[in-house]
Nanobody
C-alpha cells in the first residue's frame, strides 16, 4: 500500500502562483510514474501533468508554459509549480502514484483562482 498526501492548495488571485506538493509513503518501491490531475465542479477529472521515473514529463495543453512538474526521488515527493494562474484553473487537484500493482490517489487539495 502507498499513502499519498497532497498539500499547498489555497486561494490565489489571477496571475498568481502556487506550489503543490505530493508526498508518498509506505510501499514506495517501484513507483513508475506520478501525475497531477484536477477536477473542476461539474466536470470530469483530467490529467494536468505527468512525470515518470526518468523525469520525462508531459503536460496538458492548457497548462503548458505555466505549470512545471518535478520530482524528488530521495524524498518521494512530487511538486507542481503553477504560475500565471487563471480562474479556469480552479479545481480540486489530485496526485496519482502509479505502480505495477496499481494506482494510488491522494485525497485532493483545493485550488481556487479568484479576485
Amino acid at each position: 500500500q502507498v499513502q499519498v498526501v497532497e498539500s499547498g492548495g489555497g486561494l490565489v488571485q489571477p496571475g498568481g502562483s502556487l506550489r503543490l506538493s505530493c508526498a508518498a509513503s509506505g510501499s514506495i518501491f517501484s513507483i513508475n510514474a506520478m501525475g497531477w490531475y484536477r477536477q473542476a465542479s461539474g466536470k470530469e477529472r483530467e490529467l494536468v501533468a505527468y512525470i515518470n521515473r526518468s523525469s520525462l514529463t508531459n503536460y496538458a495543453d492548457s497548462v503548458k508554459g505555466r505549470f512545471t512538474i518535478s520530482r524528488d526521488n530521495a524524498k518521494n515527493t512530487m511538486y507542481l509549480q503553477m504560475n500565471s494562474l487563471k480562474p479556469e484553473d480552479t479545481a480540486v487537484y489530485y496526485c496519482k502514484v502509479q505502480k505495477i500493482d496499481g494506482d494510488y490517489w491522494g485525497q485532493g487539495t483545493q485550488v481556487t483562482v479568484s479576485s
